[in-house]
């Protein structure tokens, strides 16, 4: 069964950092494009970043170009987003998301709320 | 960037059929996602590749694609389909996921 879980967010604030976290498991982590999924209160989906299965190409949203990086370890199965300069309107939950190909997520974590907030 | 564009919300009675739309510049060049949100979940794939299904999903889903607007439709709607859709799509010359505002569907 595939498990992605998610862990690090909480309240922080403004221009603060965070270190999200995702733990893999039931599947081939080592073979998937990975992606973080945002959704900020009451709105919609917003795609944020994803990597390739080797790590060596990742792809971001305009908005956090510069200040979100996203990295994994296929060793232990974990996918991460390092998040710096943190604005208000980075508040939202979290979501890792397995990437079937292409984009098209098959399975998704629980997710992880982020607060950014003096 | 590419838009894709829903309408908020679609109402069904149950047993009826809800068609929820999907609007996008010559969409039908693109596979379409579908996902469903419950409140407080986190979303699930039900249609891919603008009208295959994930195993698990029932039958009633069900998905098309062409011209400027795709469609997900949801058969013999149950109290239990109620949520939020949202269809998505790979644009290569922008963002690598692309998603609709998403639709509220409400069982009458």
């Known amino acids: 069964e595939v498990q992605l879980v998610e862990s690090g967010g909480g309240l922080v604030q403004p221009g603060g950092s965070l270190r999200l976290s995702c733990a893999a498991s039931?599947?081939?982590?080592?073979?998937?494009?990975m992606s973080w999924v945002r959704q900020a209160p009451g709105k919609g989906l917003e795609w944020v970043a994803n990597?390739?299965?080797?790590?060596?190409?990742?792809y971001y949203v305009d908005s956090v170009k510069g200040r979100f990086t996203i990295s994994r370890d296929n060793a232990k199965n974990s996918l991460h987003l390092q998040m710096n300069s943190l604005r208000a309107e980075d508040t939202a939950i979290y979501y890792c998301?397995?990437?079937?190909?292409?984009?098209?997520?098959?399975?998704w974590g629980q997710g992880t709320l982020v607060t950014v907030s003096s | 960037s590419y838009v894709l564009t829903q309408p908020p919300s679609v109402s069904v009675a149950p047993g009826q059929t809800a068609r929820i739309t999907c609007g996008g510049d010559?969409?039908?060049?693109?596979?379409v996602h579908w996902y469903q949100q419950k409140p407080g979940q986190a979303p699930v794939l039900v249609v891919y590749?603008?009208?295959d299904r994930p195993s698990g999903i029932p039958e009633r889903f069900s998905g098309s694609n062409s011209g400027n607007t795709a469609t997900l439709t949801i058969s013999r709607v149950e109290a239990g389909d109620e949520g939020d859709y949202y269809c998505?799509?790979?644009?290569?010359?922008?963002?690598?996921?692309?998603f609709g505002g998403g639709t509220q569907l409400t069982v009458l």
């Open positions: 998301a397995k990437d079937l190909g292409s984009s098209r997520y098959d399975h």
């Open positions: 590749d603008n009208s």
């Open positions: 039931g599947f081939s982590f080592s073979d998937k494009w």
């Open positions: 990597i390739k299965p080797d790590g060596s190409e990742r």
């Open positions: 998505q799509v790979w644009d290569s010359r922008s963002d690598p996921a692309v």
């Open positions: 010559n969409i039908g060049g693109y596979n």
